[in-house]
């Protein structure tokens, strides 16, 4: 795309960070488990993307589900996966920190951002969960995040639209904002025009049909049902941004 507009795919495994790159995305954000919301891909994972992928690699930092408060212990490791980002010659990483309170980790998120440096540092929905969206911006720019993932603090980004647009507005330049959650090849013009966006991230997910013999091995406690992000579906939105 050379008209300034950007799609990021979240990828949950190296197969569909290629999907993402062969339908046209900019870049990835890539992950594992995707049905809790992320974590961090394993360093074979991140490897062989990063062989795979000539768009950018992005690495979701997160060592589990659940909250953004973590423990010293946590924290250690999200450092060290951040260091395996850099030498993996990775291009990004996605992070996101909360304190106790629910407002933004600011100590801890600008200690990750200096690490990664001359990683782009995006700030993940993380910031959904604060109850301040506006202290919650400025922190994440203080702290010097490239870049901020959010759905407007609603579950999907069309419902959060308006918020998302004046986030925009009050970033003035400073950081880019990015829309994510809910987002698709239905929606995603009207959320160009909704949001005055011009980087979106979006799943772009369908669920992969087991073969029949790996379904006569089922058995409980192992998880239901796999993900993986649609190329024809990626090509879609890439050809939509590519038309404005």
Known sequence: MDNGYRLEICANSVASAVAAQEGGAHRVEFCQNLEVGGTTPS???????????????????RPRAGGFVYTDIEFEEMKADIRFCKESSCDGVVIGLLDSGGRVDRERTAELVALAHPLEVTFHRAFDSCEDPYGALESIIACGCKRLLTSGLKDTAPEGAELIRELIHRSDGRLEIMPGS???????????????????????????????????????????????????????????????
Do not use: C, P, Y
Not at 199 to 217: C, G, M, N, Q
Not at 221 to 237: A, H, L, T
């Open 43 to 61: 360093a074979g994972q991140i490897r062989l993307a990063r062989k795979r992928l000539t768009i950018g690699l992005h690495v979701l930092i």
């Open 182 to 244: 809910g987002i698709n090849e239905s929606n995603l013009l009207r959320m160009v025009a909704l949001t005055g966006a011009s980087s979106f991230h979006t799943s772009a997910k369908v669920a992969l049909t087991e073969d029949a013999a790996r379904d006569r091995t089922k058995i409980g406690g192992m998880g239901e049902g796999v993900w993986v992000s649609s190329k024809e579906k990626i090509r879609q939105m890439a050809d939509l941004l590519n038309s404005l």
